[in-house]
């Protein structure tokens, strides 16, 4: 049975850092392109980063450019983001996929508010 496992969601003030893991189970990890997703209240989900599955090849969206950061521990089966710099609008819930676009395998998601 493959699972996702979010966690380090939390409430950050505007400015502060979280860091989001997703271990996996029920699968290799190092056969799969991986990507963060986010879902803000009212909002479609939408693509935050991935990272490809051998050259550790990454992809952001704009919005979080220099500030978010993705990076992958195959060792672990575990795929991390770094959030710096948070803003108010980075409040959402993260999701982790398996997958560098289409459909896949999801996490239920962890929840990440920056408020002050």
């Known amino acids: 049975q493959v699972q996702l496992v979010e966690s380090g969601g939390g409430l950050v003030q505007p400015g502060g850092s979280l860091r989001l893991s997703c271990a996996a189970s029920?699968?290799?990890?190092?056969?799969?392109?991986m990507s963060w997703y986010r879902q803000a209240p009212g909002k479609e989900r939408e693509l935050v980063t991935r990272?490809?599955?051998?050259?550790?090849?990454?992809d952001y969206a704009d919005s979080v450019k220099g500030r978010f950061t993705i990076s992958r521990d195959d060792a672990k089966n575990t795929v991390y983001l770094q959030m710096n710099s948070l803003k108010p609008e980075d409040t959402a819930v993260y999701f982790c996929?398996?997958?560098?676009?289409?459909?896949?395998?999801w996490g239920q998601g962890t929840q990440v508010t920056v408020s002050s």
């Open positions: 996929k398996t997958g560098w676009s289409g459909s896949g395998y």
């Open positions: 990272i490809t599955r051998t050259t550790g090849v990454t």
């Open positions: 029920g699968l290799t990890l190092r056969n799969y392109a």
